[in-house]
């Protein structure tokens, strides 16, 4: 139980254009979804947290505008990197943690490369 | 200030032998420690857990401890195999919260035949 998963693994995208990851709760309801990013070499950087039906919560130094979280559904969360540049290109985590426990549970993540 | 720091950043044992990677913090309350085993290019995976009451937890061949008092912790893996190789993250959570987690920075094991 408790599988998360995202879509695409990974992805290929040109400068300026947009890509959206999505993230899915394969067998539990996720109250809270969370979006990490991971550079080489480093551990993972929470970049917002969102719950189902409502605004996400960004972390301090993550942009808004560029970063469009949508959490529609208990089951799913998606991640839309807008105007895509080079230095956007990292390893994209998700996790969902479900209402009565802390649990996170991670994705598989999505590697974003932008040429 | 709300710290986990991992060491050592990497290892190289040989296969079949034992290593421990330690993980001391500094978060404050203290909820629960994980340790989780990422490889490369994949999501992190549970390995264990462990409340402020217990001192040691065992998943297999690995054994992770926990002393609440001096804020440390271990990860001992036993008869290491190459499937080992990963990076191991200790993540210390917030008693307020699923979404006050802090990650260390993880030690890189490489095991070599």
């Known amino acids: ?115 | 200030k709300n710290q986990v720091e991992q060491s050592p950043q990497s290892l190289i044992i040989l296969e079949g032998k034992n290593c421990t990677l330690q993980c001391n913090y500094t978060v404050s309350p203290f909820s629960n420690l994980r340790w989780y085993k990422q490889d490369t290019g994949r999501g992190p995976v549970s390995l264990t857990i462990m409340t402020f009451s217990e001192n040691t937890k065992s998943n297999g061949r690995y054994t992770a401890t926990l002393d609440a008092d001096t804020k440390q912790s271990s990860l001992h893996i036993t008869a290491s195999q190459l499937s080992d190789s990963a990076s191991y993250i200790c993540v210390v959570t917030l008693q307020t919260g699923a979404n006050n987690l802090f990650f260390g920075t993880g030690t890189r094991l490489t095991v070599i035949p």
Not at chain 1, 24 to 50: G, I, N, V
Not at chain 1, 51 to 73: M, P, R, W
């Open chain 1, 1 to 115: 139980g408790a599988v998360v998963s995202q879509h695409p693994s990974w992805v290929i995208c040109k400068s300026g254009t947009s890509v959206k990851i999505e993230c899915r709760s394969l067998d539990f309801q996720a109250t809270t979804m969370f979006w990490y990013r991971q550079f080489p070499k480093q551990s993972l950087m929470l970049m917002a947290t969102s719950n189902e039906g409502s605004k996400a919560t960004y972390e301090q130094g993550v942009e808004k505008d560029k970063f469009l979280i949508n959490h529609a559904s208990l089951t799913l969360s998606t991640l839309t990197v807008t105007s895509a540049h080079p230095e956007d290109s990292s390893f994209y985590i998700c996790s969902a943690a479900t209402g009565g426990t802390y649990e996170q549970y991670f994705g598989p993540g999505t590697r974003l490369t932008v040429t």
